[in-house]
Structures are given as structure tokens and as C-alpha cells.
T-cell receptor, first 115, second 113 residues
Framework: SAVISQKPSRDICQRGTSLTIQCQVD?????MFWYRQQPGQSLTLIAT?????????ESGFVIDKFPISRPNLTFSTLTVSNMSPEDSSIYLC????????????FGPGTRLTVL | QKEVEQNSGPLSVPEGAIASLNCTYS??????FFWYRQYSGKSPELIMS????GDKEDGRFTAQLNKASQYVSLLIRDSQPSDSATYLC?????????????FGTGTRLQVTL
């Protein structure tokens, strides 16, 4: 499976600010995904990051709050905008196992705390 | 009704025993099912995928799927303390974007000495 890295691994931010999380993969992948895992809860898909087009957002998530970039087939960013304490979560990117496969592999995650 | 349901646990089993983790899903037409393991403070790690009714074995792990009952399970044989983690069941529903995983809330497994 692909090697996935995320930056930063953790951060503590003030409310009202924004944080951009980077996800880098060591091979080209078509599908990249961003998930949120709130404390003590399971994973929720935020959006699918599409190369060359706008991200596809799930119900309850909007582009103004979570803008996503996908400039190429190995890299994506997720920005958490105008943060509030409710945004304190682990944010994870994932990639498909191989083209057309439906298995997904996760990056190490970014632990975000908003004060 | 939640799309994917799991008992949150904790499920406690003694070392060497079989741990049985269960998951039910609501969309009868779902086709792809996955088990992930998540250690505390770490990201989920894919253990097994299963697509057809019946059993699929990989080492100490066996995934079981029963589409008629909308039920998928994970058996861990010869449980070890290192198996103590949260196990997440995930399903790809038939509608919507391909590879869109829907996760259950996870079952916390504790393997005791």
C-alpha cells in the first residue's frame, strides 16, 4: 500500500483562525479522501478530493468551512476555517489501495485542538 | 437507524481465546465490507475486506459475511494482548461516490492476561 504522510501531526489553535493540513502520498492515486474523527467517535467522511476539479462534500460539510485543494495526484490539502472548539478532532486523509479498488488506507492523522 | 452498527464494548477476552466482533448494516444492497483496527492515538489500519457471503480467513483473522441477515463479523483466534484495540466495521453503500466508506462506531477489544 502507499505511504501516506500528513503535516502537521498535531496543532493547538485559537478560535477564529484557520489551519491547513497537508496530505502527501508516495505514489499517484486517483481518489483521496478527508475524514474527521471527533473525540471518542468514529470516522466521518468530509469530502472526496478530486484532481483537477472541485471536491465533493458530504452532507453537513461545506466548502467555505473546509476548502480542499488537489493540485496533483500525490498531494491534497484540507483547510479548517474560522475554527471553533467544536472543530477539535483528528483529521485523516486516506487513499485508494490501487486504481479502481475500494480499499482505503489512512494517513497518520492530524490532531487538532481549538481553544 | 444507523447505517452501520457495532456494540461499543469493551469486549474483554482472555489471552488465547477467540474474540468475536459483530457488525450490522442497514442498506441491504451494500456490496463491500471492511474491518479496520485502530490503536489508541493511531489511525485506522485495514485488516480484512470481504465481498461474498461466507468466510474469509487471513492468519488469525476470519471475516464472515451474511448478506441475507445484513451481518458481518470478525473472529480473532488465539487473541493476544497486542490485539487490544478498537475494531471498526466499514461499509461502502451502493449509492453515491465509489469507495465512500461508512464506519460504525467501533468495538473496543481488551485481551486480558
Amino acid at each position: 500500500s502507499a505511504v501516506i504522510s500528513q503535516k502537521p501531526s498535531r496543532d493547538i489553535c485559537q478560535r477564529g483562525t484557520s489551519l491547513t493540513i497537508q496530505c502527501q502520498v508516495d505514489s499517484q492515486v486517483t481518489m483521496m479522501f478527508w475524514y474527521r474523527q471527533q473525540p471518542g467517535q468514529s470516522l466521518t467522511l468530509i469530502a472526496t478530493a478530486n484532481q483537477g476539479s472541485e471536491a465533493t462534500y458530504e452532507s453537513g460539510f461545506v466548502i467555505d468551512k473546509f476548502p480542499i485543494s488537489r493540485p496533483n495526484l500525490t498531494f491534497s490539502t484540507l483547510t479548517v476555517s474560522n475554527m471553533s472548539p467544536e472543530d477539535s478532532s483528528i483529521y485523516l486523509c486516506s487513499v485508494e489501495g490501487r486504481p479502481g479498488a475500494d480499499t482505503q488506507y489512512f494517513g497518520p492523522g492530524t490532531r487538532l485542538t481549538v481553544l | 437507524q444507523k447505517e452501520v452498527e457495532q456494540n461499543s464494548g469493551p469486549l474483554s477476552v482472555p489471552e488465547g481465546a477467540i474474540a468475536s466482533l459483530n457488525c450490522t448494516y442497514s442498506d441491504r444492497v451494500s456490496q463491500s465490507f471492511f474491518w479496520y483496527r485502530q490503536y489508541s492515538g493511531k489511525s485506522p489500519e485495514l485488516i480484512m475486506s470481504i465481498y461474498s457471503n461466507g468466510d474469509k480467513e487471513d492468519g488469525r483473522f476470519t471475516a464472515q459475511l451474511n448478506k441475507a441477515s445484513q451481518y458481518v463479523s470478525l473472529l480473532i483466534r488465539d487473541s493476544q494482548p497486542s490485539d487490544s484495540a478498537t475494531y471498526l466495521c466499514a461499509v461502502i453503500p451502493p449509492s453515491g461516490t465509489a469507495s465512500k466508506l461508512t464506519f460504525g462506531t467501533g468495538t473496543r477489544l481488551q485481551v486480558t492476561l
